[in-house]
């Protein structure tokens, strides 16, 4: 009886939340099918789900017009570059923040987390101003600079929740037994940390690679990135359908299943360790 | 047990983050600061000298600004409501006993991968343009007239894009939260007889508080500074103008400095004050 009962609860359940979480998914989904129509079955109506003559002409097309390879390069070096700058100048201050704290070791890390909630319109113009002085504005390099500093605080707040999480007896141990400074951070620290550094590094590449607000505003022809050439399809010519679906799948498929991995990280990172 | 040399060796590797980010931060709030109490007007004339506190009343006393914050506030409240609401419904749902859990709670997380200029076109035109949209379609299977979502009912359809966005990100916090609930405290709620309403008002609601709290405020600092999603689908027009496109638009269309940084300024303080109280939540976590 009581089995009966849980099964059935079990059925009701998987039911209602696979209908939600179709319906959530269905825009990307459509999509991706969309992607894959003509333009003109894009359109179709009534729309078309599974059975249409599926085609890979927009993909072609989006790569021969508008060189996206060049776009998809940017998103790649801009993400990928400010990641591993912030993590290069990150891990030494979260280690030293975890391992070595003072009494000012909490004010500094609220201090790091405020500066993330400086809207960025509100410096918007010194930005502009200091990119056009030093020759940054539509760089590769002024854009990965930015995304560095606007990730930083939380690159460094998450490697300090992970690296708070290493218990200090093992160092103290290897400090007894002998071990060097050097030989601690390399034997020791290095493969503890390893988990957490890979985890920042997938968070912090999909923040990067889907940041829309500087992307879009220093940027113009050279430098964008896929943020920006998709928003140039907000103002299209003729029937686009299709091709911004194929533009749009080939920018977020990356990002979809990175971020299918770092579910759990998700919410550490975003909450500045507050829900674990 | 620190030494004086480990000491010195960690301010030495904390340098580097911290002179940059106070430079991040200074460098460009000095200017806005100071542009703020300029008339500056890049293309016709530059720099024109101090006028105190001018731009500051000006930006207020624009008609464009009172309408700019009730924008803001239905949106950001709009966004806030519906996330909240539902992120507890489904985190609710996606934590009972279920066949394929896994791939339910990726297809409920997708969305918040999506980098915002394209699910701002992808819902302006896919879905809610007036003659190809699927809603059109939709609407018109039944025999409706279709709508023009993002002129008639722009807010409404700026809110349901950010709130598809933010969903996710409620959701997967909530449901974090709740996978920490001690099951047994339900189970003996069950067993004294507490219906299902009252169990979730006295034991889930409750213990879901602080992360309901945090979602509440890191969402209002992100959703006060949404940008890409008005930028490609209405340009701030239709009554979607919020006070960052405002500012935006202020500085860099009609290039009028100063009054755009006085702008920034009240938005920077606009932030601060939702700032205050996460930090707060945050801190306190830190002390444990």
Known sequence: ?276 | MATQHSRSAARFMMAPAVILLLGWMLIPLTMTLMFSFKKYLPLRGGDLGWVGFDNYVRFVSSSAFWPSVQTTLIIVGGVLLITIIFGVLLSILLDQPMWGQGIVRILVIAPFFVMPTVSALVWKNMFMDPVNGLFAHLWKAFGAQPIEWLSDLSLFSIILIVSWQWLPFATLILLTAIQSLDSEQLEAAEMDGAPPLSRFAFIILPHLSRAITIVVLIQTIFLLAIFAEIFVTTSGAFGTRTLTYLIYQRVLESQNVGLGSAGGVYAIILANIVAIFLMRIVGKNLDT
């Not at chain 1, 003109?40 to 599974?50: K, M, T």
């Not at chain 1, 998809?72 to 993590?87: E, P």
């Not at chain 1, 997938?202 to 940041?211: C, M, P």
């Not at chain 1, 091709?243 to 770092?262: C, V």
Request: charged content about 15%; cysteine-free; overall charge positive.
């Open chain 1, 1 to 276: 009886m009581a089995r009966s009962v849980t099964t059935r609860r079990k059925t009701v359940n998987t039911l209602a939340a696979w209908a939600i979480g179709l319906l959530i998914f269905f825009p990307i989904l459509w999509t991706i099918l969309t992607s894959f129509k003509t333009e003109a079955q894009a359109i179709n109506d009534p729309p078309l789900f599974f059975f249409f003559d599926w085609t890979l002409e927009n993909y072609a097309v989006v790569q021969e017009r508008s060189n996206y390879m060049r776009y998809l390069w940017n998103s790649v070096i801009i993400a990928g570059g400010s990641t591993v700058l912030g993590l290069i100048i990150a891990v030494p201050a979260a280690w030293s923040m975890a391992f070595v704290p003072s009494k000012r070791t909490k004010d500094i890390l609220m201090w790091m987390l405020s500066t993330k909630m400086l809207p960025a319109v509100g410096v918007l113009y010194p930005i502009y101003l200091v990119f056009i002085e030093l020759g940054l504005l539509d760089t590769r390099v002024g854009l990965t600079i930015v995304l560095m500093l606007i990730n930083l605080p939380i690159i460094v707040w998450m490697l300090y929740t992970y690296f708070k999480e290493i218990p200090g007896e093992i160092l103290e141990a290897a400090r007894m037994d002998g071990a060097t400074l050097k030989e601690e951070i390399l034997y020791i620290l290095t493969p503890m940390a390893i988990p957490g550094i890979a985890s920042t590094l997938l968070l912090n590449i999909i923040l990067a690679w889907n940041e829309a607000f500087w992307t879009l505003n220093l940027t113009a022809a050279k430098a964008a990135p896929l943020t920006a050439f998709i928003a140039s399809y907000s103002s299209p010519e003729g029937l686009f359908y299709a091709k911004l679906s194929a533009a749009s799948t080939m920018a977020i498929a990356p990002i979809l299943i990175l971020g299918w991995f770092s579910q759990k990280q998700l919410v550490r990172g975003l909450t500045f360790g507050a829900v674990k």
